[in-house]
Nanobody
Framework: QVQFVESGGGLVQPGGSLRLSCAASGFRMDHSAIGWFRQAPGKEHEGVSCFSISDGSTYYADSVKGRFTISRDNAKNTVYLQMNSLKPEDTAVYYC????????????????????WGKGTLVTVSS
């Protein structure tokens, strides 16, 4: 059973930074991808950034390129999303997710097919 421990959400002013953490366990990692998605009120899930464990490739949505960075601590089995230069439009519930057989790009572009989801953490960007 895949389990998630997400943390790091909160309230931040525009231009500020936050780092989200996701400790995921209970799955075979060989061909997996792990990533962050977000859902703003009234909108669909959006793939923000995904990481392919098999080849280390990453994917970023155009809206966050140059501002967000995904990284992984293998020893802690934790994935991070460093979010800089935050904008009000980044406000959403952010979810950590795992897909057992996927690439980073495929996972982020097809959220409806993602297999396992965390409970989410709220990020609010407001002055």
């Amino acid at each position: 059973q895949v389990q998630f421990v997400e943390s790091g959400g909160g309230l931040v002013q525009p231009g500020g930074s936050l780092r989200l953490s996701c400790a995921a366990s209970g799955f075979r990692m060989d061909h997996s991808a792990i990533g962050w998605f977000r859902q703003a009120p009234g909108k669909e899930h959006e793939g923000v950034s995904c990481f392919s464990i098999s080849d280390g490739s990453t994917y970023y949505a155009d809206s966050v390129k140059g501002r967000f960075t995904i990284s992984r601590d293998n020893a802690k089995n934790t994935v991070y999303l460093q979010m800089n230069s935050l904008k009000p439009e980044d406000t959403a519930v952010y979810y950590c997710a795992v897909d057992l057989w996927s690439t980073a790009q495929a996972m982020c572009l097809r959220p409806s097919l993602v297999e396992y989801w965390g409970k989410g953490t709220l990020v609010t960007v407001s002055s």
